[in-house]
């Protein structure tokens, strides 16, 4: 069965410091993609980052980085140079072709306060 | 390109009225999902569409709820008759298919919905 399992309900981090988020996937799809969303306290769903089960590098975006391992099959989305902004709720989530459907898996998230 | 587009923003109702969420996703999206967010249950995806069909629906919690989808512009989520533990919110989410497992999702604002 697919799963996506984020360990740490709460984080908190220094200002300018940089944090790891962590997220463990389980799928037996070959094919999958692996994303990263932020929910600010506002409520809106927003889009970080992504990363494919066949990409050879690690994905990024600005000060988002996601530390993929295959082989461990973990996910972990890095924030450098965390700013107060970054205070949210942060999901990771999986897509995978399972029996022909293409539906995202989430996590239960992880919340991040900076700290000033 | 305006983004997905949920109405109402907010419902208030009483228990045993019949509440209708709608849905219009972006343009050129083929899939299309309903989520509930709740404190104590997280993210929960109830059902999704593939061009227009319902794919899985498994996560419907009850016959109280129902969804359609009678075009690629336009989708609702009813639920008849509202129960208090039903306040929620409620978000729509739209995103590409094509075998694409790249395509993530992008959320409405939601819809928090209150039962009394």
């Known amino acids: 069965a697919q799963k996506i399992t984020q360990t740490q309900p709460g984080m908190f981090v220094q200002e300018k410091e940089a944090v790891t988020l962590d997220c463990t996937y389980d799928?037996?799809?070959?094919?999958?993609?692996l994303f990263w969303y932020k929910q600010p306290s506002s409520g809106e769903m927003i889009f970080l980052i992504y990363q494919g089960s066949y990409d050879q590098q690690n994905a990024t975006e600005g000060r988002y980085s996601l530390n993929f391992q295959k082989a461990r099959k973990s996910a972990n989305l890095v924030i450098s140079a965390s700013q107060l902004g970054d205070s949210a709720m942060y999901f990771c989530?999986?897509?995978?072709?399972?029996?022909?459907?293409?539906?995202?898996?989430f996590g239960t998230g992880t919340r991040l306060k900076v700290l000033a | 390109d305006a983004g997905v587009i949920q109405s109402p923003r907010h419902e208030v109702t009483e228990m045993g009225q019949e509440v209708t969420l709608r849905c219009k996703p972006i343009?050129?999206?083929?899939?299309l999902f309903w989520y509930r967010q709740t404190m104590m249950r997280g993210l929960e995806l109830l059902i999704y569409?593939?061009?227009?069909?319902?794919?899985?629906d498994s996560g419907m919690p009850e016959d109280r709820f129902s969804a359609k989808m009678p075009n690629a512009s336009f989708s609702t989520l009813k639920i008849q008759p509202s129960e208090p533990r039903d306040s929620a919110v409620y978000f729509c989410a739209s995103s590409r298919l094509a075998g694409g497992l790249s395509y993530e999702q992008y959320f409405g604002p939601g819809t928090r919905l209150t039962v009394t």
């Open positions: 569409f593939n061009n227009n069909v319902p794919i899985d």
């Open positions: 799928t037996s799809d070959p094919s999958y993609g």
């Open positions: 989530a999986m897509r995978a072709p399972t029996s022909g459907t293409y539906k995202y898996i």
């Open positions: 343009s050129g999206h083929n899939s």
